[in-house]
Nanobody, 115 residues
Framework: QVQLVESGGGLVQAGGSLRLSCAAS????????MGWYRQAPGKQREFVAA???????NSADSVKGRFTISRDNAKNTMYLQMNSLKPEDTAVYYC?????????WGQGTQVTVYS
């Protein structure tokens, strides 16, 4: 049974930083691309950033220059360093990954940015 567990969310003032983590556990062979998505109240879930197993990254224009995605393959863990946070970054952040050909989602972690 594969599980994704996010952590690191919280309440932060605008301009501050948070670091999210997503750890994969269970029995599996290979983790492919990992990604972060977010969903604000009343809005659709949107792409934030992704990273391949080889370290190639991609991110949404809205977070470029502020958020950095990374991963530690030895720990089966992905990170999202979020700097210069804005109130519009407030959302539930979800991690998603392709493990052995199947897609999995984490339970989400709340990020709230106040001005």
């Amino acid at each position: 049974q594969v599980q994704l567990v996010e952590s690191g969310g919280g309440l932060v003032q605008a301009g501050g930083s948070l670091r999210l983590s997503c750890a994969a556990s269970g029995t599996f062979f290979r983790i492919a691309t990992m990604g972060w998505y977010r969903q604000a109240p009343g809005k659709q879930r949107e792409f934030v950033a992704a990273i391949t197993s080889g370290g190639r990254t991609n991110s949404a224009d809205s977070v470029k220059g502020r958020f950095t995605i990374s991963r530690d393959n030895a720990k089966n863990t992905m990170y999202l360093q979020m700097n210069s946070l804005k109130p519009e970054d407030t959302a539930v952040y979800y991690c998603s990954t392709n493990i052995d050909g199947e897609f999995y989602w984490g339970q989400g972690t709340q990020v709230t940015v106040y001005s």
